[in-house]
């Protein structure tokens, strides 16, 4: 079957420090990836999306970097964090929906907050 | 810049009533979706409408689009409790099939279901 998983689920960092978010898709291959952070109460922003491993593509700049080591892993890092990356962060994957359209499945997020 | 805009941001009723969520968007498109995001957890796809349709159902769920005027509504009947959730419409431009796909989200509608 076809799944994916995001870890962890919640995590508070001090300013500064380092970050590492990792997604995995099983029951696939090639997948279209993407990263998302929501801030509270508001819509989803894309940050990252990847169509294939090494290839990344940034949406918005930012204190952000991502990284696709494996055909099935998509990884967000940043080397510093600021008070501002606070968010929820979701992993994203393409599925098909019928003939000719495409919908997302969605990871179960990272809820980060930054001291 | 935010495709989707959610109207109203926020919706309280009672069980047993009918819940109606609205939807604009700026470009052409060819479908517009709803997701579900419960609190604290991931997006999940709910219905998917392409836009030469202007009606469609399922379940208890009945989506209308009208591309003339760029807007979209989820009408939810005789919701539950267990309704209550944020609703996003996600447009995904005019993908040709060429490059990445996106889907672009609004900011939500949250929706509480009164027991």
């Known amino acids: 079957s076809q799944t994916i998983h995001q870890w962890p689920a919640t995590l508070v960092q001090p300013v500064g420090s380092p970050l590492s978010l990792e997604c995995t898709v099983e029951g696939t291959s090639n997948p279209n990836l993407y990263w998302y952070r929501q801030a509270a109460g508001r819509g989803l922003q894309l940050l990252f999306y990847?169509?294939?491993?090494?290839?990344i593509s940034s949406e918005v700049p930012q204190n952000l970097s991502a990284s696709r080591p494996q055909d099935r892993q998509f990884i967000l890092s940043s080397k510093k964090l600021l008070l501002s990356d606070s968010g929820f962060y979701l992993c994203?994957?393409?599925?098909?929906?019928?003939?000719?359209?495409?919908?997302?499945?969605f990871g179960s997020g990272t809820r980060l907050t930054v001291v | 810049s935010q495709q989707g805009e959610e109207d109203p941001q926020a919706l309280s009723i009672q069980e047993g009533e009918n819940a109606t969520m609205n939807c604009s968007y700026k470009?052409?498109?060819?479908?517009l979706q709803w997701y579900r995001q419960n609190s604290g957890r991931g997006l999940v796809h709910l219905i998917l409408?392409?836009?030469?349709?202007r009606e469609k159902h399922s379940g208890r769920l009945r989506v209308t689009l009208d591309t003339s005027k760029k807007s979209s509504s989820l009408l939810i009947t005789a919701s539950r409790a267990a309704d209550t959730a944020s609703y996003f419409c996600a447009t995904d431009g005019t993908y040709s099939g060429a490059g990445s796909y996106q889907l672009t989200f609004g900011k939500g509608t949250k929706l509480s279901v009164i027991p």
């Open positions: 409408i392409r836009s030469n349709e």
């Open positions: 994203a994957w393409r599925v098909r929906l019928g003939l000719a359209n495409y919908g997302y499945t």
């Open positions: 990847s169509v294939g491993i090494g290839q």
């Open positions: 470009t052409s498109i060819n479908n």
